[in-house]
Every structure is written in C-alpha cells, then in structure tokens.
C-alpha cells in the first residue's frame, strides 16, 4: 500500500529527509543565499553552525573542481557520514549514521529537493505485513 506524506515546504524539508530516511540524524536546509531556512534541530547556535559547515563543504568541493559546480557532496568520517545536494535554489545537508547507504540517502536528498522545486510528491510505500 502506498501513501502520500505531507509535501515538503522549506520549514518540513529538514524533517522530511529524516521521516523518509531512518539512518538520517540531523538536516539543513539553506536557501540561495546560503542562509539557514530550517533545521531538525531545535537549538538555533547548533543549525546555524550546521549551516556554516554544509557551506563550507561546498565551498571546498567547488575550489578544487575545474569542472562545474558539484550538485552533490558525500563524506565519509569514522563516526559518521555527511550527505548534501543543491539545487540553485536550495541546499539540503544531513548528517547520518556511518553505515547508512549513500545511493538511498542521495535519492532521498533529491526527491525531497525535487518537491520543493515543484516536482512530484514522494510516495512512501508500506512493506506487506
């Protein structure tokens, strides 16, 4: 059986990446500008600085291409994982466990970057019982 959840909007986008994804811990979501437009995580200081960091990701990544700017980043720590992927529009970030599967969660990042952009609603299907 498969429902519809809840479209994302900027505000839900960070919390959506995670309802849809359960190695996801923590995510951001940055506008154009590079300015924080929502978080999974309460305390402002910590999503602010997350923000900060997923900038930053992208900054490294750009200086040391000479090909176009990357749409998708994943790095890979001993506690963990770091997965992002952007849009003109948006930068969606997330913080995961360290076994979680690339594939999957860049998927993930990318249907919920492609509802905010307008694109079709992500359809969760349920696993017969």
Known sequence: MAR???PATPERAPERLCELNADARAAVLL???G???????PDR????????L????????????????????EVQV????????RTPRWTLAV???RAALSSLILYDLRAVLGE???GPPIVVKQAAA
């Open 78 to 85: 001993p506690g963990g994982a770091v997965f992002a992927s």
């Open 54 to 73: 997923a900038r930053e990701l992208f900054v490294a990544v750009d200086s040391a291409s000479l090909a176009e700017p990357a749409e998708q980043v």
């Open 35 to 41: 300015a924080l437009a929502a978080s999974t995580d």
């Open 116 to 118: 905010l952009e307008g």
């Open 31 to 33: 506008d154009a500008a």
């Open 95 to 97: 913080v995961a466990r």
């Open 45 to 52: 200081a910590r999503a602010e600085k997350m923000a900060e």
């Open 4 to 6: 519809a959840e809840l």
